[in-house]
T-cell receptor, first 109, second 112 residues
Framework: GIQVEQSPPDLILQEGANSTLRCNFSDSVNNLQWFHQNPWGQLINLFYIPSGTKQNGRLSATTVATERYSLLYISSSQTTDSGVYFCAVERERDDKIIFGKGTRLHILP | EAQVTQNPRYLITVTGKKLTVTCSQNMNHEYMSWYRQDPGLGLRQIYYSMNVEVTDKGDVPEGYKVSRKEKRNFPLILESPSPNQTSLYFC???????????FGNGTRLTVT
C-alpha cells in the first residue's frame, strides 16, 4: 500500500526559530492535509493542500503532487506550536485516508 | 458552534461487553470517518461514510461496525471488544469527500 513518511520524527527548537517539516508519499493521491495535534490531544486541521502553496499567518505549506511530497513551514516558532504534526493523504485508487507517523515538535521558551 | 462531538471521552470496559461510541456533527457534512491512534503507529482509518447509508472499510476495520442512518450521526460499535482494541479513537467529518477534515476531541478506550 501507499507509504507516507514524515521527517524529521522529532525536532527541538528555541522559540523564534524557523522549521521545515516534510511529508513524502509513494503513490498517487487525491489530496493531502496537514494537522497539528496539541499536547491535549486535539487534532486541528492546518491545511488542505492537494497541490500548490498556501499560507496562514506564520504557517505555510507547499505540495508538489507530481514529485510526491509536501512541506510545512513554521516561522518564528512559539511554545504553542509544540505538539505533533501529521500529514494525511487520500489514496487515489480506493479513497482511503492514510496518515504519516508524525513529527513531534518541541519549542523551548 | 460548528463541531464534531464524541461521547464518551473516557471508557473502561471488559472483554466481550458490547459498546458504542457516538459521533455527531452539526455542520451538515456528508463525509464522516473513524480512526484509532496508537503509539508508534499514528492514526489509522477504521471506517468511513460518504453519505447516509453508504459506509466503507478503512485500513483496520476488523472488530468494528458502523452505521449511518442519519447524516449527522456515525456511531462506532464494538460488538465484542478485546484488549487489542484499547486505543484513542477519533471521529472526523468533512463537507464532502475532497474537503478539509474536522476532528472530534477523541475517546480513550481501555478494554481489560
Amino acid at each position: 500500500g501507499i507509504q507516507v513518511e514524515q521527517s524529521p520524527p522529532d525536532l527541538i527548537l528555541q522559540e523564534g526559530a524557523n522549521s521545515t517539516l516534510r511529508c513524502n508519499f509513494s503513490d498517487s493521491v487525491n489530496n493531502l492535509q496537514w494537522f497539528h495535534q496539541n499536547p491535549w490531544g486535539q487534532l486541528i486541521n492546518l491545511f488542505y493542500i492537494p497541490s500548490g502553496t498556501k499560507q496562514n499567518g506564520r504557517l505555510s505549506a507547499t505540495t508538489v503532487a507530481t514529485e510526491r511530497y509536501s512541506l510545512l513551514y513554521i516561522s518564528s516558532s512559539q511554545t504553542t506550536d509544540s505538539g505533533v504534526y501529521f500529514c494525511a493523504v487520500e489514496r487515489e485508487r480506493d479513497d482511503k485516508i492514510i496518515f504519516g507517523k508524525g513529527t513531534r515538535l518541541h519549542i523551548l521558551p | 458552534e460548528a463541531q464534531v462531538t464524541q461521547n464518551p471521552r473516557y471508557l473502561i470496559t471488559v472483554t466481550g461487553k458490547k459498546l458504542t461510541v457516538t459521533c455527531s456533527q452539526n455542520m451538515n457534512h456528508e463525509y464522516m470517518s473513524w480512526y484509532r491512534q496508537d503509539p508508534g503507529l499514528g492514526l489509522r482509518q477504521i471506517y468511513y461514510s460518504m453519505n447516509v447509508e453508504v459506509t466503507d472499510k478503512g485500513d483496520v476495520p476488523e472488530g468494528y461496525k458502523v452505521s449511518r442512518k442519519e447524516k449527522r450521526n456515525f456511531p462506532l460499535i464494538l460488538e465484542s471488544p478485546s484488549p487489542n482494541q484499547t486505543s484513542l479513537y477519533f471521529c472526523a467529518s468533512s463537507l464532502y469527500r475532497h474537503s478539509p477534515l474536522h476532528f472530534g476531541n477523541g475517546t480513550r478506550l481501555t478494554v481489560t
